[in-house]
């Protein structure tokens, strides 16, 4: 998940870098302004969307990796083929180039040194979360429904790591032993 909070991050730079340099804004998907069920309805096809995405990635960086017979080459050969097209169509060829890098770089760092399930997880949070519409307006009519998704990764976490501590406890009873 932390992976995929570094790709929305890294992809919110570069369009603002982009919007500096003249570029339209990035705009989040209309259905989330549907209402709860339409917000519900998207968190759940990305699910989907994420499978296909990881899946892809892998197995691009396995074909990579039979041909090359390294894995980090087979990385960095990764983020350059999934680099160039994205920066075809770019009118700033810097910071696309710089943004896509990162992000592809990221996916590539996943999958060789923590696996399929992180990859996984990371485009599974970076799709929805591109996709909410922020606000520090609470008030807005669709504020309710951006608040629930991202608490909805709030409570993916907060399991997780409830699930990754295995019944031990967090803080010793004794902290000076």
């Known amino acids: 998940m932390v ?3 570094a790709w929305v991050f890294v992809l919110y730079a570069g369009a603002s870098l982009d919007i500096r340099a003249g570029e339209q804004p990035l705009l989040p998907n209309a259905e989330i302004l549907d209402g709860m069920r ?3 309805g998207l968190w759940l096809g990305n699910v989907v969307v994420g499978v ?3 899946l892809q990635f892998f197995f691009l960086l396995v074909l990579l990796r039979v041909f090359v017979r390294n894995r980090w080459l087979a990385a ?3 983020v350059v083929i999934l680099t160039f097209p994205k920066v075809l169509g770019s009118q ?3 910071i696309g180039v710089t943004t896509w890098s ?7 760092f996943a999958v060789v040194r923590f696996g399929l399930v992180t990859l996984a997880t990371a485009v599974f949070t970076a799709n929805v979360l591109l996709n909410v519409p922020f606000t520090t307006d609470f008030s807005r009519w669709y504020a309710p429904n951006a608040v629930c998704l991202i608490l909805s990764f709030v409570v993916i976490a907060v399991w997780a790591f409830y699930t990754a ?3 031990q406890k967090l803080f010793k009873s004794d902290p000076f032993a």
């Open 3 to 5: 992976l995929g909070l």
């Open 38 to 40: 339409s917000s519900f």
């Open 52 to 54: 296909f995405g990881t």
């Open 76 to 78: 960095v050969l990764f």
């Open 92 to 94: 700033h060829l810097l």
């Open 102 to 108: 990162i992000v592809y770089a990221i996916a590539a």
């Open 165 to 167: 501590m295995a019944g």
